[in-house]
């Protein structure tokens, strides 16, 4: 069983749509947990940490829930530019400072 | 601010040679830094954990006779793939972590390497 799974996409949706990704973690002792973006063939970038009251980001958000080991990523009225794809990422140490496992990601093209 | 460079972008190399890819934090000091190695379609997988002045610490399967990472500095870890081969081809990133916060690791742009 890999540590970090999520949907395994593509999500194709039109421009305004809401779309939800999912991740489940089997690591019990993780500590911190984030969302990051990767455009083709470039680095992944922060999107958001994840707390366990969930927090949001304008039109992002993101939820934790620790019981059953799930991580969520909301994205309402979805543009053009949110186009790529969706790391979910745990670390098992507070913040980023221990190793950082990454979800196999899920993709994500939104169409005009 | 926290900028990451990555030096070759994108190397060519035929089989059984060695290359060597920087990565230097630019504006900050990093007691750690992290290499990565991403497969097409795949996730990100830690190969190693570098500590300045210290050995690197590799993750289960990845050689480190194969992969040396040598870390001389506060900015600059370098990773050397040696006697290369055809399934090294791979996007390798790299990312810093600086000195006395642990809150964000800063990712370098990659470096695509191609064995022929």
């Known amino acids: 069983r890999k540590e970090v799974e999520q949907d395994p996409g593509p999500f194709n949706v039109p421009e305004g749509a809401t779309v939800a990704f999912n991740c489940t973690y089997s690591?019990?002792?993780?500590?911190?947990f984030f969302w990051y973006r990767q455009d083709c063939r470039k680095e992944p970038k922060l999107l958001m940490s994840v707390y366990s009251s969930g927090n949001e980001d304008g039109r992002f958000t993101a939820q934790l829930n620790r019981a059953s080991q799930y991580i969520s990523l909301l994205i309402r009225d979805s543009k053009l530019s949110d186009s790529a794809t969706y790391l979910c990422?745990?670390?098992?140490?507070?913040?980023?400072?221990?190793?950082?496992?990454f979800g196999q990601g899920t993709e994500l093209s939104v169409k005009p | 601010g926290a900028v990451v460079s990555q030096h070759p972008s994108r190397v060519i190399c035929k089989s059984g040679t060695s290359v060597k890819i920087e990565c230097r934090s630019l504006d900050f000091q990093a007691t750690t830094m992290f290499w990565y190695r991403q497969f097409p379609k795949q996730s990100l997988m830690l190969m190693a954990t570098?500590?300045?002045?210290?050995?690197?610490?590799?993750e289960q399967g990845v050689e480190k006779d194969k992969f040396l990472i040598n870390h001389a500095s506060l900015t600059l870890s370098t990773l050397t793939v040696t006697s290369a081969h055809p399934e090294d081809s791979s996007f390798y990133i790299c990312?810093?972590?600086?000195?006395?916060?642990?809150?964000?690791?800063?990712f370098g742009p990659g470096t695509r390497l191609t064995v022929t």
């Open positions: 690591n019990s002792a993780s500590q911190s």
């Open positions: 990312s810093a972590l600086q000195v006395g916060s642990s809150y964000e690791q800063y």
């Open positions: 990422v745990v670390n098992t140490r507070h913040n980023q400072g221990g190793k950082l496992i």
């Open positions: 570098s500590n300045e002045g210290s050995k690197a610490t590799y």
